[in-house]
Antibody, heavy 119, light 108 residues
Framework: QVQLQESGPGLVKPSQTLSLTCTVSGGSINSATYYWSWIRQPAGKGLEWIGRIYASGSTNYNPSLKSRVTISVDTSKNQFSLRLSSVTAADTAVYYC???????????WGQGTLVTVSS | EIVLTQSPGTLSLSPGERATVSCRASQSVSSSFLAWYQQKPGQAPRLLIYGASSRATGIPDRFSGSGSGTDFTLSISRLEPEDSAVYYCQQYGSSPLYTFGQGTKLEI
């Protein structure tokens, strides 16, 4: 059974960089079948896709966040990471990592981690 | 950007009834690229339907999806209290690569 677990600081100051890591267990991040993605959800609101990465390191980002987002992968640790720079209060949200199956839908999700942007 | 608009915003039904949630796209979406999710409070979304009509692993046959082009539907028959959740549709393929509807809250 594949499991994903987000980790990282729950509080980030405005203008700083948000950094999260997703650890994948029960399966290899190196699989040719899957992409790996970050999605966020502000409290009481809907879901926003942030970006995705393939094991090779190839990435795609949401244009609305592209200038501030970097997603990277460490296949040796079976992890992928998110960095979001110049954060503001609008970036406060629950951040999820998820596996993308057949490039189309998200079949496994982490439990989510709340990141608050505040001084 | 393809915008997905769900209706109704909230649906209140009784156990045993049938729920129907609509997802309308601002442009045509390939049926292969439309999915539905269920999200309960404090939990991550769970994949219910992919390819517009295929149930994900472990999803009961009370859940079904249909539609094509710009109009898609999630149906839930024989409602149970545990079906109370927010339901989202999601499309793949247009920039941004993935977008979600705003969600429909189902109250049983």
């Amino acid at each position: 059974q594949v499991q994903l677990q987000e980790s990282g600081p729950g509080l980030v100051k405005p203008s700083q960089t948000l950094s999260l890591t997703c650890t994948v267990s029960g399966g290899s991040i190196n699989s040719a079948t899957y992409y790996w993605s970050w999605i966020r959800q502000p409290a009481g609101k809907g879901l926003e896709w942030i970006g995705r990465i393939y094991a090779s390191g190839s990435t795609n980002y949401n244009p609305s966040l592209k200038s501030r987002v970097t997603i990277s992968v460490d296949t040796s640790k079976n992890q992928f990471s998110l960095r979001l720079s110049s954060v503001t209060a609008a970036d406060t949200a629950v951040y999820y990592c998820a596996r993308v199956v057949t490039a189309i839908s998200f079949d496994y999700w982490g439990q989510g981690t709340l990141v608050t942007v505040s001084s | 950007e393809i915008v997905l608009t769900q209706s109704p915003g909230t649906l209140s039904l009784s156990p045993g009834e049938r729920a129907t949630v609509s997802c309308r796209a601002s442009q045509s979406v390939s049926s292969s690229f439309l999915a539905w999710y269920q999200q309960k409070p404090g939990q991550a979304p769970r994949l219910l339907i992919y390819g517009a009509s295929s149930r994900a692993t472990g999803i009961p046959d009370r859940f079904s999806g249909s539609g094509s082009g710009t109009d898609f539907t999630l149906s839930i028959s024989r409602l149970e209290p545990e079906d109370s959740a927010v339901y989202y549709c999601q499309q793949y393929g247009s920039s941004p690569l993935y977008t979600f509807g705003q969600g429909t809250k189902l109250e049983i």
